[in-house]
């Protein structure tokens, strides 16, 4: 079964920054369209970004606008997430996804749909 791996997570002050990567040698990522999710403890899983097969059009969640950036290496056949101005309440896992769809809005950038799910990386903002 097809498996997304990400990784680049950490424990980090508030303020700071982390780059999350998303990979896989199973497929490749810019045929699809790859979503950013993150589950907190005691929550479910929440679309973060998504960027669209094709032309790479994004989609953020309000939470994170401004502060977080979604892109693509197609090379590297890798999606990146980086993230700045980390605050407590951006701790989770982190996950990333792959739908043959195109996100047209941040409502469509949500779990149900999506697969290759990997471990997840933990990231944990704290001071």
């Known amino acids: 079964q097809s498996q997304l791996v990400e990784s680049g997570g950490g424990l980090v002050q508030p303020g700071e920054s982390l780059r999350l990567s998303c990979t896989t040698s199973?497929?490749?990522?810019?045929?699809?369209?790859i979503g950013w999710f993150r589950q907190a403890p005691g929550k479910e899983r929440e679309g973060i970004s998504c960027?669209?097969?094709?032309?790479?059009?994004?989609t953020y969640a309000d939470s994170v606008k401004g502060r977080f950036l979604i892109s693509r290496d197609n090379v590297k056949n890798t999606v990146y997430l980086q993230m700045q101005g980390l605050k407590p309440e951006d701790t989770a896992i982190y996950y990333c996804?792959?739908?043959?769809?195109?996100?047209?809005?941040?409502?469509?950038?949500?779990?149900?749909?999506?697969?290759?799910w990997g471990q997840g990386t933990q990231v944990t903002v704290s001071s």
């Open positions: 199973d497929f490749t990522l810019a045929r699809y369209t």
């Open positions: 960027i669209n097969k094709n032309d790479n059009t994004t």
């Open positions: 996804g792959a739908t043959a769809w195109i996100a047209t809005s941040q409502a469509e950038c949500a779990p149900m749909g999506f697969y290759a």
